[in-house]
């Protein structure tokens, strides 16, 4: 029998316990560097101008594709904080369906304090990755419909 993937809402609840461990703010951008070095990445042959996000203070690269209804996301960048926080979205967002990933709030951000600790540009950017993968997911959505 086929385990029930977990919702994009219970996925960010089990990332906002995660971080109700951590004493203080440093103490969570050591665990979203150490999240940074042990995220895969992407291959090489996918980070082109195609697949990067604009606007991003580092160079921030995403993909993503359509399997059995859901979408997978692949996402690197050349900065390890980014890197981590990439892991932490793609983490909610991967294998979940279009038409959820375009639709959801993105909660979890606000609630691990993440946002208020970030530089105003890396917030900026943060932003930008989280439209751009809402976007994706609309994008997906459209195309299931055929429209």
Not at 82 to 109: C, S
Not at 119 to 140: C, D, F, H, M, Y
Request: hydrophobic share 35%; glycine share 6%.
């Amino acid at each position: 029998m086929k385990a029930t993937p977990m919702t994009l809402d219970e996925i960010q609840d089990e990332i906002i316990e995660d971080f109700r461990r951590f004493r203080d703010g440093m103490e969570k951008y050591e665990y979203i560097i150490a999240l940074g070095r042990e995220h895969p990445g992407m291959d090489d042959r996918w980070k082109t101008d195609e697949h990067s996000v604009p606007g991003c203070q580092a160079t921030v690269w995403l993909r993503s594709e359509r399997w059995d209804g859901r979408l997978h996301f692949w996402a690197d960048s050349d900065s390890l904080i980014n890197k981590g926080i990439l892991a932490l979205l793609l983490r909610v967002f991967n294998d979940q369906p279009p038409r959820e990933i375009a639709d959801v709030d993105v909660y979890f951000i606000r609630k691990i304090g993440l946002s208020s600790q970030l530089s105003p540009t890396r917030k900026n950017g943060l932003a930008i990755i989280v439209r751009e993968i809402q976007r994706q997911g609309r994008r997906w959505a459209k195309e299931s419909r055929g429209i």
